[in-house]
C-alpha cells in the first residue's frame, strides 16, 4: 500500500497543489498508477514496481529515450511532465516515479465499447515499430533481462514440474505438452528489431475524436523480434476476458484482419514470414501462461493478484487460449496474406 501522503507529496514534485484530487487507476498488473488533476493541470502519476524490475531506472530511461525519438518523428505518443526540478523521474525507497500528461478523451482499446477498433489499435501498433526501426538499439539497457525468452520462463516453469502436473489436472498438463510439441523449439525467433515488448489492446489508448490512437507503456522497450509484438498483440485480441463467444472461425478471421492491419506499415525482413509469424500468438499466449503459473507456484511476487488463484486462473485462461490458437496458426498463415506480399514472405 501507498500512505496517502507520499502521494501527495509526490505529486506536488510534480507541481500539483495540496489541493489537488488524487485518483487510484486501475489496470496492469504491475506498476501503480494515479490521476491527478486540479483546475490547471491533469497527470498521470505512476510507480514503477522494483519488486519486477531490478532496476527500476532502466524502464524509465529507455522509455523517455524512445518517447523522445517518437515525438521528434511528430509521432502522437505520451508526453513526460517532468518534476519541477526538470527531472523526468525521481528515485525513491520504494521505486522509481514519473508522471505523463493524463491523455483525457482517450480509453484503452480493450473497453468493451471499443471493442470492434482492434484494427485501429493494430496499425497504431505496426506504425510504431516501423518508427522504431532507426531507433539506436545499442542505448537501449534491458529492463527485464530474459523478458520474452521462451525457453527460460519454460525452464522456470519445468523447476515446478510435479506441482504444476497437480495443480493444472490432466486436461491443463495435457495443453501444456501439447504446446511443447506443437511450437518447436524456437517460435520467436527472428532478426532484431526495436520492439515494445508489451503490445497487448490494453496498452493502446484510442481517442473519441478523430486523433491518432496512442500506443502507451514503453517500459519493456527491447531488442527482439517482431515475432514478440505481434504475437503478444494478437493474443491480447483473442483474450477470453474480452467476452466475446466466438466459433474458431469467427476468431480467426477477426486475427486475420488485426494481423494484416498490424503488418501493412512494416516491410517484413528476411526470416521474419507469415508461417512464422502466425504461430507467434500461440508462443506469446503459452509464454505467458507458463509466467503466470510459475509465479502462482511460487507465491504470486511478480503478477499483483487481488485473490489467491488468480494467477492460476489466468495461467489456465492462456493455456487454453495458447492451444486454440496453436490449432488455429495455419489458417491463420493463410489470412495473412496481405495485398504487397512479397513472395519470399508466403513462408
Ligand atoms: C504485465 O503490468 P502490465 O499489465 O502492463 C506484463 C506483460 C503481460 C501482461 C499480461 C513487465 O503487463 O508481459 O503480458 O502483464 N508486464 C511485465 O496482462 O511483466
Ligand atoms: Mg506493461
Known amino acids: 500500500m501507498i500512505a496517502a501522503a507520499q502521494l501527495k507529496a509526490l505529486a506536488q514534485r510534480f507541481g500539483a497543489p495540496p489541493s489537488a484530487q488524487l485518483s487510484p487507476l486501475g489496470g496492469g498488473h504491475i506498476n501503480a498508477t494515479y490521476r491527478v488533476r486540479w483546475p490547471t493541470g491533469d497527470l498521470l502519476l505512476q510507480r514503477v514496481n522494483p519488486a519486477v524490475f531490478p532496476d527500476p531506472e532502466v524502464p524509465c530511461r529507455n522509455g523517455a529515450a524512445v518517447l523522445a ?87 522456470r516453469f519445468a523447476e515446478h514440474a510435479l506441482r504444476a502436473e497437480k495443480t493444472l489436472g490432466p486436461e491443463g498438463w495435457g495443453f501444456h505438452q501439447a504446446l511443447a ?33 496512442v500506443v502507451v507503456d514503453f517500459d519493456t522497450v527491447m531488442v527482439g523480434t517482431l515475432a514478440m509484438d505481434f504475437g503478444d498483440f494478437l493474443r491480447s485480441v483473442a483474450a477470453p476476458e474480452t467476452g466475446r463467444a466466438e466459433t474458431s472461425a469467427t476468431l480467426l478471421a477477426r486475427l486475420g484482419e488485426a494481423g494484416r492491419a498490424f503488418l501493412a506499415p512494416l516491410a517484413l525482413r528476411e526470416g521474419e514470414t507469415r508461417a512464422q509469424l502466425a504461430r507467434a500468438p500461440a508462443a506469446m499466449a503459452w509464454m505467458l501462461a507458463q509466467r503466470f503459473l510459475t509465479d502462482h507456484l511460487e507465491g504470486d ?25 496453436a490449432e488455429g496458426a495455419p489458417e491463420l498463415a493463410e489470412a495473412l496474406a496481405f495485398p504487397g506480399a512479397k513472395p519470399q514472405d508466403a513462408g
Open 69 to 155: 525519438h517518437l515525438a521528434a518523428k511528430g509521432a502522437a505518443c505520451p508526453r513526460i511532465w517532468p518534476a519541477k526540478d526538470g527531472a523526468l523521474w525521481c528515485r525513491e525507497p520504494d521505486g522509481c516515479w514519473r508522471a505523463f500528461a493524463f491523455l483525457a478523451g482517450y480509453a484503452q482499446a480493450d473497453a468493451p465499447a471499443h471493442r470492434d477498433r482492434f484494427c485501429e489499435a493494430a496499425t497504431a501498433l505496426g506504425t510504431l515499430l516501423a518508427l522504431l526501426e532507426d531507433f539506436p538499439a545499442a542505448t537501449l539497457t534491458p529492463a527485464l533481462p530474459r523478458f520474452h525468452d521462451l525457453a527460460w520462463h519454460r525452464a
Open 181 to 213: 510439441e506443437a511450437l518447436g523449439n524456437n517460435p520467436l525467433a527472428g532478426p532484431d528489431r526495436v520492439i515494445h515488448g508489451d503490445t497487448k489492446l490494453a496498452n493502446v489508448l484510442l481517442p473519441s475524436s478523430e486523433d491518432p490512437a
Open 301 to 325: 511476487r511478480y503478477f499483483r493478484v487481488a485473490t489467491p488463484g488468480e494467477n492460476l486462473a489466468r495461467g489456465r485462461a492462456q493455456l487454453a487460449l495458447a492451444v486454440r490458437l
